[in-house]
């Protein structure tokens, strides 16, 4: 994780390893869509999904230009890393209630989960206490924000 440090390349490592993710979520399981209707009855087709999640990864992509540009990269990573770590800990939460593998599981837990604890430590000395805050707030916003869109779509 060094590398990552001194070289300015962490925050693309999130959109890598979205790649990743997205790629577990559509295929694995019969794809997130799936699981979701069977579980929540939320009808949500794989083009929408992808739909979805391409335009998550592009404001992922422009968001990383846009803190690199504009210095708040630290304040970005740390939100990047609060919303993998949600996302990480709801996949890993939601075998436990369902009894059954959930698409996105294996990239959340060997990727997702890690990355995010690594950015939040990384990271915690890097602003002050506030924006810090501010910033798992932030991702952590992000993350019921998806949660009402996909519940909302179905």
Known sequence: MSF?????????????TYL???VEESCGGGGYSAYLERLRGIQLTPAKF???QGIGLILMVVGVVLARQLRFSN????VLG??????????TF???AHGEYVPGLVTAILIWL?????????FKDAMSRQRYWLAVALGVGINVVVELMIVGSG
């Not at 990552?4 to 890598?16: E, S």
């Not at 304040?75 to 740390?78: D, G």
């Not at 609060?82 to 996949?91: E, P, R």
């Not at 890690?114 to 990384?122: C, K, N, Q, S």
């Open 4 to 16: 990552l440090k001194t070289t300015n390349l962490w925050p693309w490592v999130f959109p890598v």
């Open 20 to 22: 990743l993710h997205i």
């Open 50 to 52: 992808l739909v979805a």
């Open 75 to 78: 304040l970005f990573n740390v």
């Open 82 to 91: 609060s919303v993998v770590l949600v996302n990480s800990l709801t996949h």
């Open 94 to 96: 939601q075998p436990v």
């Open 114 to 122: 890690p990355l995010g604890i690594a950015t939040l430590v990384r």
